[in-house]
C-alpha cells in the first residue's frame, strides 16, 4: 500500500508529499523485509525506492539480483522489474543487462505484452534494437501481436519472423 501511495505522490507531482510516501514506502518495504525475506516484489520495490531517493546506487544491483533470483517467473513482479531495470540498463553489470533483456522476451511470450508494450516505448525505447533483436526467442503468435499492437500506436518496426507490413500511405 506505501509503494502505491508513493506511484501516486509522484503522479500528482507534489514534492513534499513525494518525499514523505516514499520515506514511508522505504521504511514499511525494510520492515517487510525482515519478516519475509524471500518476497521478490519487495526487493525490487526497495530498489525502486532507493532509485527515486538517491538515484543510482550500487546496492541496487543486489536487490534486482535479489528479485531475479527468487521470483524470477512472477508476471506482475517481472513487469515492474523490467520497467525498474531497463530505465538503469546502462548502468547494469552484464548478467542482470541479459537478465533483463530475458525477462522482456518472457513478459511478451507470456501474453503480458501491454505492460511489455509499455516498457518497451518508455525506459525501453533506447535498447529497443536490442529488445527486437532478442523477439526472436518469442512465439509468433506473441510477436505478431506485439507488432499489431505497436503499428497500431504509429511504430512500424521490423519484428524478427512478422512479416512487414506495407508501408502507410501518409
Not at 514506502?25 to 524471500?38: G, Q, T, V
Not at 522482456?104 to 518497451?120: H, Q
Not at 512465439?139 to 521490423?158: M, N, S
Request: charged share 30%; aromatic share 10%.
Amino acid at each position: 500500500i506505501r509503494v502505491r501511495l508513493a506511484e501516486t505522490a509522484l503522479i500528482d507531482g507534489k514534492r513534499g508529499v513525494m518525499d514523505e510516501r516514499l520515506d514511508a514506502a522505504d521504511r514499511s518495504i525494510r520492515k517487510s523485509l525482515e519478516c519475509s525475506p524471500r518476497d521478490a516484489f519487495l526487493w525490487v520495490a526497495l530498489a525502486w525506492v532507493e532509485d527515486l531517493r538517491r538515484g543510482f546506487q550500487p546496492q541496487q544491483l543486489t536487490y534486482l539480483r535479489l528479485s531475479y533470483a527468487i521470483g524470477p517467473n512472477e508476471g506482475w513482479v517481472a513487469a515492474r522489474r523490467n520497467r525498474l531495470a531497463l530505465s538503469m540498463f546502462t548502468r547494469l553489470p552484464p548478467d542482470l543487462a541479459d537478465r533483463s533483456v530475458v525477462e522482456f522476451d518472457r513478459l511478451l511470450d507470456s501474453w503480458i505484452y501491454w505492460d511489455a508494450i509499455a516498457i518497451f516505448e518508455g525506459p525501453g525505447w533506447p535498447i529497443h534494437d536490442r529488445l527486437l533483436e532478442s523477439l526472436k526467442n518469442v512465439g509468433l503468435r506473441q510477436r505478431q501481436a506485439f507488432a499489431d499492437a505497436l503499428y497500431a500506436q504509429g511504430y512500424d518496426l521490423a519484428i524478427p519472423g512478422v512479416e512487414a507490413r506495407k508501408p502507410r500511405p501518409w
